[in-house]
């Protein structure tokens, strides 16, 4: 397929709102797509070259592909960077100069989907010293071949700002409406994906062989996307919703789902990204397991052997840092609270109910580094209500309630899991957001540059990030300086394309970072966009930064139905 169509496709996806239009269109591209050519299309439509597991990144920052458009068109990098100051965005940029392009390219050719990203692959694959020039020679050679329309969304690609609000829902939509007509394929595909993690993978997979789909296994090395817990606002709530349950506590600490394949170990993050090297002492624990081939998750807490007690999440992470990895593993000892068990031995495990699952965790997971999460069995309200508290007594967060006769509901909040946390507040719960922009420092902290930071959550029917606080408390100076620092090398000309704001910050940044906020109690407030009836959002009161969470993804933030909820839920307490 040539590339000019998917760009065609790209730009009416652009001037499009609504989920079915959007579907409709995408459907009909997918019609005309092979399936050799479809898992590209995916990833290119996610903005990305591949699954999230395999680390493959452009590694091209702006001003590298700047020069690309540059040496592409024949425009100086001054002028360049003047019009990237004017338009704020770098696919409109290289669009307008290619249109007044002062000299062409002898080897032009046409571009076509396949070649498009593969080219960009060899641009990611591209590394080690002198790899800018090359990379900014290769995407130049793209550049000299392309149509306006065709540049505007390569350099989007490339600069990772390509958003026009198609979610993964909506392609899963298409994908089915692609081949039956109708959405009547969706939930086998959604289940497929939520066990393997790999859209790209599924697509190539049902136009190869549709019927595969419904036979689709969980894989060692294919993550699945992590099960969500629900919250309830009290020890009643849960009893009366799910009943005799399985009560675990609630660990703060660092999700893992760990992947054994004879001697080949995989350890990965909750945001599905490789961790493998950092715990080499998890590692090693997870070789001598019996069964040759097993898939399991817990939660890793690192110990402190002096106060005999467990650290809470932002010291496990520490454990995260690139060198010194030996010598953190020693002062920080590792323990991995095992909760669940996805599959072992060639055998999917997900659709079978929690307590047989608890079984076989029982059986392979009896006491050492990997430890069992410890589970109570609980009929009555006033256990559970004691279960609560002993595990706040204990610093804890809180606990999970299990349904036992769940499956693993992957990617899913479903009842299956609801968490109790402690409260703040009127609040059930803290809310976990990306940053979007910040507030300049104003009187004492005008030395800092930062005065406070913009807050978004997910709409995920919508596909909009939409704002629900902006913080200015919660912050010690340290924190205050680090974040100036971040966040001051992501700073963008323009909000991101997949925000609805009303209020502006002094900076917009790219939606990256997610940070834990605690507040008061949810309100209505103007401000805010969040979960938007008529001229009021949801909005948080109070709300002050608890931390940074770098295991969660951004679109792995709380969504603007869980704020709603919480809203309900703090009626209800
Ligand atoms: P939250 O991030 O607040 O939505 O809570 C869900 C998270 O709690 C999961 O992603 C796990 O990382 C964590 N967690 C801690 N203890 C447990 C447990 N016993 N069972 C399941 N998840 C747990």
Redesign the pocket.
Known sequence: MLFKKVAEVFERLEETSGRLDMTDLLADLFKKTSKDEIKSLIYLIQGTLSAPYISLEMGMGEKFIMESIASSTGHSKKEVELLYKKKGDLGLVAEELLKKKKQTSLSKRELTLDYVYYSLVRIAKTGGRGSQDLKIKYLADIFNSAEPLEARFIARIVNGSLRFGVGDPTILDALSVSKAGDKSLREELERAFNICSDLGHVAEVFFTNPKKIKKFRVEPFKPLQ?A??ERLPTPEAIIKKIGKCGV????D?F?LQCHKLGEQVELYS?RLEVMTHMFPDLVEEIKKLKPKEIIFEG?ALAFDRKKKRYFSFQKTMHRRRKHGIKKASEELPLNL?V?DILQVDGEDLTEKPLKERRKLLEKYFPSGILKL?EMFIVEKTKKLENIFNEALKENLEGI?AKDLNAPYTAGKRKFA?I?L?KSYGKSV?TVDGVIVGYFLGRGSRARFEFGGLLLAVYNDEKSKFETVAKIGSGFTEDEMVSLEKILSKIKTEKPPADLDYKIKPDFWVKPEYVVEVAFDEITKSPTHTCGLKGEKGYALRFPRMVELREDKSPKQVTTTSEVAEMFWMQKKK
Do not use: I, T, V
């Open positions: 992590p969500l817990a675990e506590h609630k660990f600490g999700r909750r939660e609270f909760f999460s999970m899991w968490k946390k719960d």
